[in-house]
């Protein structure tokens, strides 16, 4: 009996993301952006602590969470 041909195969979602994230990760970050990088990843950190902390929604929170993530790190 013969074997079934399978369905060629197709790059999933996570292949091309996997492929994109590798892409990106070559390539130089001028120091400004890595820092905005740094300064957003910190304000979503403490928007999500605060949404955690006070049980509000996310979009409750408040807006100078930025301000917030810089008092920390000063």
Avoid: N, Y
């Avoid at 292949?15 to 979503?44: G, N, T």
């Avoid at 403490?46 to 920390?72: F, H, I, N």
Wanted: proline residues 9%; hydrophobic residues 40%.
């Amino acid at each position: 009996m013969d074997k079934p041909v399978p369905p060629p195969t197709e790059p999933t979602i996570d292949d091309e993301l996997a492929l994109l994230l590798r892409e990106i990760e070559k390539e130089a970050v001028p120091d400004r952006l890595m820092e905005l990088a740094l300064q957003l990843q910190e304000a979503l950190a403490t928007r999500r602590e605060a949404v955690e902390r006070d049980g509000s929604s996310a979009a409750d929170a408040p807006v100078s969470v930025l301000e917030e993530a810089q008092q920390k790190r000063d």
